[in-house]
């Protein structure tokens, strides 16, 4: 079924490039976007592309709906990482998200966001795919760089993206680290990188890194993304290969990260 876009689109951002990304793809494409910015690192580069841009803190949920309804947005793209260890930290979460949080049977990423979408909804406000402005950065299958894979090497990816899946199931996370067919990381609520830097530190060299979607994935939130940033944390630890899946996975700035991997010598892949 095709979604019908409205002229004006919200933008909750987080983390990186990617929601600077979409906010430039939107109004290449004549619309007009409205952001929450939950992070400060892209603030300045979201001022570029959208009408508007109000800095919140993600617990501030009482400011988020009344910038939204102000702004008469009505669809919504999530975009960027908001870690969850957020919750770890004394946040300034307001009633209402304190309230949300005690309601909460588990904590983890998919029942959250869920939870999050139906209180959007029950404000009368439709999230969209997180693909919908950006389907040009997902990645075909195919070895995507100079650099092609060994026998022993694809032999940690088959085992890898089983694995991999079969973690995604139980909402833990979408990536592991692998050597030899032995487990190094699982990624849990560190994230890719930090799950990358503990696996290579086990491994010590030679770790191949497996990147997928959940089995029942919801394009509505977490799309799993890689960037320079990871590609650099696998050639600090030694790592010498990161499959991802297929038609599921973003890179930003891909022809950028192709080039370092050939430079380094790594296998960049999707299968």
């Known amino acids: 079924m095709a979604i019908s876009l409205e002229h004006v689109q919200g933008l909750i951002a987080g983390d990186g490039c990617l929601p600077v990304k979409m906010a430039k793809a939107a109004q290449e494409n004549g619309f007009e976007v409205i952001a929450i910015s939950l992070s400060p690192d892209n603030y300045k580069e979201l001022k570029k592309y959208c009408s508007k841009v109000y800095s919140f803190c993600p617990g501030e949920t009482f400011k988020i709906e009344k910038a939204l309804k102000d702004e008469n947005v009505k669809q919504i793209t999530f975009l960027g990482k908001v870690n969850k260890r957020v919750l770890l930290k004394r946040p300034k979460f307001d009633s209402r998200a304190i309230d949300f949080i005690k309601k909460a049977v588990r904590l983890n990423d998919d ?53 991999a899946k079969e973690v995604g199931k139980l909402d833990i996370g979408q990536s592991v680290v692998i050597k030899d067919k032995m487990i190094m990381a699982v990624e849990a609520i560190e994230g890719t990188d930090k799950c990358i830097t503990r696996g290579c530190k086990i491994a010590k060299k030679g770790a191949r890194i497996v990147k997928v979607s959940k089995p029942k994935q919801d394009k509505r939130f977490d799309i799993p993304t890689i960037g320079l940033k990871t590609l650099k944390t696998m050639i600090k630890y030694k790592a010498d290969l990161i499959a991802l899946e297929a038609n599921e996975t973003i890179i930003i700035n891909q022809e950028e990260v192709v080039k370092y991997a050939d430079k380094h010598g790594v296998v960049i892949m999707a299968v």
């Open 111 to 163: 029942k959250i966001m869920l939870m999050i979408i139906e209180e959007f909804n029950n404000l009368g406000m439709e999230i969209l795919d997180q693909t919908l402005f950006i389907k040009n950065l997902m990645i075909p299958s195919g070895v995507l760089g100079k650099v092609q894979p060994t026998q022993e090497q694809l032999d940690d990816v088959n085992y890898g993206y089983w694995l």
